[in-house]
T-cell receptor, first 113, second 114 residues
Framework: SQQGEEDPQALSIQEGENATMNCSYK?????LQWYRQNSGRGLVHLIL?????REKHSGRLRVTLDTSKKSSSLLITASRAADTASYFC?????????????FGKGTKLSVKP | KAGVTQTPRYLIKTRGQQVTLSCSPI?????VSWYQQTPGQGLQFLFE???????NKGNFPGRFSGRQFSNSRSEMNVSTLELGDSALYLC?????????????FGEGSRLTVL
C-alpha cells in the first residue's frame, strides 16, 4: 500500500526556475528519503532527512520535514533540463527495516530548455 | 566500485511460464530488497534478504519467491506468470539490516507477460 502521496503528479517548468514537490505520509517514520528516476531506469537516492530534522540541503536540493503535519517538500533550485525525471518520496517506518521503504506514486518533472 | 547489477534487463514471457531474475549487490552490501513497479500500483515492496534469510515480505502471493546466496547475490522467481505481473522489477542493496539509510538500486529487469 502507498504511504506517501506526492503533489503535484506532474510539473512542467522552464530551465532556471525552481521546482517544488510535496509529499504527505500517514504513519510515524524513522526517516524520509527522496529518489529520482529517469524514464524506465533505476532509482537514484537524492537525500535523506531523519524524523528529528526539519531541513536539509544538498547542492541545489532543499528538503523540509514537518512531522506534525506528516509532510515533506523537495525544492530543486535553478532547475536544468537534466533534472527532468520522476521524483519519489519514500518513508522508513518506525520499527521497519532499511530495505522496506514505502514509496509514493511520484511527481513527474519536466524542465524545458 | 560497481553498482547493483540486475540481469536480464528485458525479457518477454507468456502466461503460465515462470521467470527468474538475478541481482548482484554492491560489494560489501549484505542486504538486498526487491520492488515491483507498475504504472497502476507504483513501487511496491516484495521482500528483503539479509545473510541468506528473508527478513521481510510484502503483500504478494506465494508465486513470488526469492533467495539470497552466501555471496549476497539474490534471485527472485515468479511462477505461473499472469498478465498483471508485467512490470519493472527493481533490486536494491544496502549495508546493514535495521539501519535505516539509503538504498542503492539497479537498473531493473523489465518483464513483459503476453
Amino acid at each position: 500500500s502507498q504511504q506517501g502521496e506526492e503533489d503535484p503528479q506532474a510539473l512542467s517548468i522552464q530551465e532556471g526556475e525552481n521546482a517544488t514537490m510535496n509529499c504527505s505520509y500517514k504513519t510515524s517514520i524513522n526517516n524520509l528519503q527522496w529518489y529520482r528516476q529517469n524514464s524506465g531506469r533505476g532509482l537514484v537516492h537524492l537525500i535523506l532527512i531523519r524524523s528529528n530534522e526539519r531541513e536539509k540541503h544538498s547542492g541545489r536540493l532543499r528538503v523540509t520535514l514537518d512531522t506534525s503535519k506528516k509532510s515533506s517538500s523537495l525544492l530543486i533550485t535553478a532547475s536544468r533540463a537534466a533534472d527532468t525525471a520522476s521524483y519519489f518520496c519514500a518513508t522508513a517506518n518506525y520499527g521497519g527495516s532499511q530495505g522496506n521503504l514505502i514509496f509514493g506514486k511520484g511527481t513527474k518533472l519536466s524542465v524545458k530548455p | 566500485k560497481a553498482g547493483v547489477t540486475q540481469t536480464p534487463r528485458y525479457l518477454i514471457k507468456t502466461r503460465g511460464q515462470q521467470v527468474t531474475l538475478s541481482c548482484s549487490p554492491i560489494s560489501g552490501h549484505r542486504s538486498v530488497s526487491w520492488y515491483q513497479q507498475t504504472p497502476g500500483q507504483g513501487l511496491q515492496f516484495l521482500f528483503e534478504y539479509f545473510s541468506e534469510t528473508q527478513r521481510n515480505k510484502g503483500n504478494f502471493p506465494g508465486r513470488f519467491s526469492g533467495r539470497q546466496f552466501s555471496n549476497s547475490r539474490s534471485e527472485m522467481n515468479v511462477s505461473t506468470l499472469e498478465l498483471g505481473d508485467s512490470a519493472l522489477y527493481l533490486c536494491a542493496s544496502s549495508l546493514y539490516l535495521g539501519q535505516t539509510g539509503e538504498l542503492f538500486f539497479g537498473e531493473g529487469s523489465r518483464l513483459t507477460v503476453l
